[in-house]
Nanobody, 124 residues
Framework: QVQLVETGGGLVQPGGSLRLSCAASGFTSDWYAIGWFRQAPGKEREGVSCIASTDGSTYYLDSVKGRFTITRDNAKNTVYLQMNSLKPEDPAVYYC?????????????????WGQGTQVTVSS
């Protein structure tokens, strides 16, 4: 059974940085995608960034391009989301997600597993 455990959320000032980590375990296939979604109060959950296990190709939501970077450490089975230049529109609960479709960041119904979520707050 796939398990996803997120850490790294918190409070940061506008323009600040945070790094989220997702420790993954239980994959039975080498073919998967893993990434981050977020959901702010009153808004739909949206795919922020995803990375494919096969070739490391990445997806970024337009509003985070150039500010957020997704990376993976295969030895530690961990995926990171480095978030820089955080803006007031970035606060949300951030969820780690995994699935078999490398396009799952766009098609959220392709997500097979969710983490418990971690809160990111941007405030001065």
């Amino acid at each position: 059974q796939v398990q996803l455990v997120e850490t790294g959320g918190g409070l940061v000032q506008p323009g600040g940085s945070l790094r989220l980590s997702c420790a993954a375990s239980g994959f039975t296939s080498d073919w998967y995608a893993i990434g981050w979604f977020r959901q702010a109060p009153g808004k739909e959950r949206e795919g922020v960034s995803c990375i494919a296990s096969t070739d490391g190709s990445t997806y970024y939501l337009d509003s985070v391009k150039g500010r957020f970077t997704i990376t993976r450490d295969n030895a530690k089975n961990t995926v990171y989301l480095q978030m820089n230049s955080l803006k007031p529109e970035d606060p949300a609960v951030y969820y780690c997600a995994a699935g078999e479709n490398p396009f799952m960041c766009v098609y959220s119904n392709e997500v097979k597993n969710w983490g418990q979520g971690t809160q990111v707050t941007v405030s001065s």
